[in-house]
Nanobody, 119 residues
């Protein structure tokens, strides 16, 4: 019914930048919140940033280096990442708390996009 497709990952040198995108499509009535999580090898998935209708929240480890934004007309969320560090290396997953038409609110995940920060 609803799909999230995330993209924009890649290999970047330390200090570089990347912009991740996540587009939601399908039987969407409205979107309550969208966010980005990441999972490094051998570690648990952790929240990077999320955005509700009016508020943003960032993990302490990325504050000042990352900006989350949302285009409601496109049902798309972006994650601009600057000053990337090797410890930012992970698979990044988009998440959406979405109200499906004629149904209810559900939690959806994108397929993940790899971010590798290395020289």
């Amino acid at each position: 019914q609803v799909q999230l497709v995330d993209s924009g990952g890649g290999l970047v040198q330390p200090g570089g930048s990347l912009r991740l995108s996540c587009a939601a499509s399908g039987s969407i009535f409205s979107i309550n919140a969208m966010g980005w999580y990441r999972q490094a090898p051998g570690k648990q998935r952790e929240l990077v940033a999320d955005i509700t209708r009016g508020n943003t929240h960032y993990a302490d480890s990325v504050k000042g280096r990352v900006t989350i934004s949302r285009d409601n007309t496109k049902n798309t969320v972006y994650l601009q990442m600057n000053s990337l560090k090797p410890e930012d290396t992970a698979v990044y997953y988009c998440n959406g708390q979405i109200i499906v038409r004629f149904s209810g609110e559900y939690d959806y995940w994108g397929q993940g996009t790899q971010v590798t920060v290395s020289s």
